[in-house]
């Protein structure tokens, strides 16, 4: 085993402990006084896909996977009761069809009270024989409703689950910092393949083989967009021959451990020299610029109007606008070249919960109509993990909907330059500490 892939397991075994007892005692505080007496956390079921006899990739429930990391194998439960032990039914069937998982033995196995099952119908009696105060999470409420269990994911516990999932353990955090390090590992392959002319196909193939991660198994669809296929936001195309001119390549890509995620975002521009290239270095600047002034008590939505002024700044320095900085902001200009949010909570979902969330409650607090696209609205606490992904992109439907006096602004030479390398993003994955952030990766040597 390479000695960072052992610290790095040292270090989830080290912190595993306190996780499953920050979690024990966030369901003590909430079930009584919901009157309940514990949950049945469903790790879920595979889905069948129309009309055929195959099952969809099978992707596990979050709330399973932040007690337990096991996310690869259905129809396991995990049973939750306040003051004891959780115990995880393991389903292990007798199967020649398919491989059986092994019985788990790894360093977390000694914070439940593991029952393996072979037999679908032995679930019943493993569970609680009094199941009228538990309630169900999952995504199953037929299930549930064959198990007895009539409060399917009741939504004041799952609104306190979700606020409080917002602030990660030690143990999450560590398990986001390997998902960096594996994921800049693939980065880095991405950036050769580019430079050495691949297509985005074969780039997405070397992401893939040097994360030792499959097309499931990564916590998203890559976007591996060249030139001006980096303008389109969620683009998983991927073309399998290599343009004729090489002028820019954007990845957003990550890796998972233990069900949690790294998102991470990077732009290239093949001649550094142009003005796109340029571009891209001082959008990185910007975008470290933003991480340094996160804090604690600061909205998100005030950090996301503040990478607003600066990309104002970089349109009026790089004369994509004639009016200067000040007036690209206030015409709306910068929604039309910005248009998505600065990022994002991030952890057992790569969208993680609870973005709009104020108050365990669930009060929701919607994105401002000026910024419709914005995931978080949250007041920055010490323990988020956020994305921080400015852009700045040329798309000709957005610039199509500015007012007439917006467009008057923009210098359209220099759009019209920029437009066949499409856009820049530039991602990292961001611990909020008492004093500020770490960085979970430029931690691990991604310029």
Same mark, same amino acid.
């Not at 000040?326 to 910068?334: C, H, L, P, R, Y």
């Given at each position: 085993?390479?000695?960072?892939?052992?610290?790095?397991?040292?270090?989830?075994?080290?912190?595993?402990?306190?996780?499953?007892?920050?979690?024990?005692?966030?369901?003590?505080?909430?079930?009584?006084?919901?009157?309940?007496?514990?949950?049945?956390?469903?790790?879920?079921?595979?889905?069948?896909?129309?009309?055929?006899?195959?099952?969809?990739?099978?992707?596990?429930?979050?709330?399973?996977?932040?007690?337990?990391?096991?996310?690869?194998?259905?129809?396991?439960?995990?049973?939750?009761?306040?003051?004891?032990?959780?115990?995880?039914?393991?389903?292990?069937?007798?199967?020649?069809?398919?491989?059986?998982?092994?019985?788990?033995?790894?360093?977390?196995?000694?914070?439940?009270?593991?029952?393996?099952?072979?037999?679908?119908?032995?679930?019943?009696?493993?569970?609680?024989?009094?199941?009228?105060?538990?309630?169900?999470?999952?995504?199953?409420?037929?299930?549930?409703?064959?198990?007895?269990?009539?409060?399917?994911?009741?939504?004041?516990?799952?609104?306190?689950?979700?606020?409080?999932?917002?602030?990660?353990?030690?143990?999450?955090?560590?398990?986001?910092?390997?998902?960096?390090?594996?994921?800049?590992?693939?980065?880095?392959?991405?950036?050769?393949?580019?430079?050495?002319?691949?297509?985005?196909?074969?780039?997405?193939?070397?992401?893939?083989?040097?994360?030792?991660? %499959?097309?499931?198994?990564?916590?998203? $669809?890559?976007?591996? !967009?060249?030139? +001006?296929?980096?303008?389109? =936001?969620?683009? #998983?195309?991927?073309?399998?021959?290599?343009?004729?001119?090489?002028?820019?390549?954007?990845?957003?890509?990550?890796?998972?451990?233990?069900?949690?995620?790294?998102?991470?975002?990077?732009?290239?521009?093949?001649?550094?020299?142009?003005?796109?290239?340029?571009?891209?270095?001082?959008?990185?600047?910007?975008?470290?610029?933003?991480?340094?002034?996160?804090?604690?008590?600061?909205?998100?939505?005030?950090?996301?109007?503040?990478?607003?002024?600066?990309?104002?700044?970089?349109?009026?320095?790089?004369?994509?606008?004639?009016?200067?900085?000040?007036?690209?902001?206030?015409?709306?200009?910068?929604?039309?070249?910005?248009?998505?949010?600065?990022?994002?909570?991030?952890?057992?979902?790569?969208?993680?919960?609870? %973005?709009?969330?104020?108050?365990?409650? $669930?009060?929701?607090? !919607?994105?401002? +109509?000026?910024?419709?696209? =914005?995931?978080? #609205?949250?007041?920055?606490?010490?323990?988020?993990?956020?994305?921080?992904?400015?852009?700045?992109?040329?798309?000709?439907?957005?610039?199509?909907?500015?007012?007439?006096?917006?467009?008057?602004?923009?210098?359209?030479?220099?759009?019209?330059?920029?437009?066949?390398?499409?856009?820049?993003?530039?991602?990292?994955?961001?611990?909020?500490?008492?004093?500020?952030?770490?960085?979970?990766?430029?931690?691990?040597?991604?310029?």
């Amino acid at each position: 085993m390479p000695n960072d892939v052992k610290i790095a397991m040292e270090r989830l075994a080290h912190t595993y402990p306190d996780h499953l007892q920050t979690l024990r005692q966030r369901v003590d505080e909430i079930l009584p006084r919901l009157g309940l007496e514990g949950m049945i956390i469903h790790a879920g079921e595979p889905h069948r896909i129309f009309l055929d006899d195959m099952d969809y990739p099978f992707k596990v429930n979050p709330h399973f996977k932040h007690w337990v990391p096991v996310v690869d194998n259905p129809h396991c439960y995990l049973v939750v009761t306040v003051g004891e032990k959780p115990r995880l039914l393991f389903y292990r069937p007798v199967d020649f069809w398919h491989k059986v998982p092994p019985l788990p033995t790894e360093y977390w196995v000694d914070g439940v009270e593991l029952v393996p099952f072979e037999r679908l119908d032995q679930v019943p009696g493993l569970l609680p024989a009094e199941r009228s105060r538990f309630a169900y999470l999952g995504e199953h409420p037929q299930r549930a409703c064959e198990l007895g269990l009539n409060q399917v994911n009741p939504q004041a516990l799952l609104d306190y689950l979700h606020f409080h999932r917002s602030i990660k353990t030690d143990y999450e955090i560590a398990c986001m910092d390997e998902a960096n390090r594996i994921a800049v590992l693939g980065h880095k392959a991405a950036r050769d393949a580019f430079f050495q002319g691949e297509s985005e196909f074969a780039i997405q193939q070397a992401y893939l083989a040097a994360t030792e991660h %499959g097309e499931n198994e990564v916590p998203y $669809g890559n976007i591996v !967009a060249l030139n +001006e296929h980096s303008a389109i =936001l969620h683009y #998983t195309k991927l073309e399998r021959r290599a343009p004729a001119q090489r002028r820019s390549f954007l990845i957003d890509a990550g890796a998972s451990v233990n069900g949690y995620a790294a998102d991470i975002t990077r732009t290239y521009a093949f001649d550094q020299t142009t003005r796109f290239g340029e571009l891209v270095q001082a959008m990185d600047m910007a975008q470290r610029d933003i991480i340094a002034a996160i804090r604690p008590d600061l909205r998100y939505t005030d950090l996301h109007q503040q990478m607003h002024h600066k990309v104002a700044e970089l349109m009026a320095r790089f004369e994509l606008v004639k009016g200067g900085a000040e007036a690209a902001f206030d015409s709306g200009v910068t929604r039309a070249f910005f248009p998505h949010g600065l990022g994002h909570p991030i952890g057992l979902q790569v969208h993680d919960v609870a %973005g709009f969330m104020q108050d365990e409650q $669930g009060t929701h607090l !919607a994105a401002p +109509e000026a910024y419709p696209a =914005l995931r978080c #609205t949250r007041v920055i606490e010490s323990g988020m993990v956020l994305t921080i992904e400015p852009g700045l992109y040329v798309i000709d439907s957005l610039i199509a909907d500015l007012s007439d006096a917006a467009r008057a602004l923009l210098n359209t030479p220099v759009i019209d330059e920029l437009r066949p390398f499409g856009g820049i993003r530039i991602e990292d994955d961001v611990v909020v500490t008492d004093d500020g952030t770490r960085n979970l990766t430029r931690k691990h040597d991604l310029a």
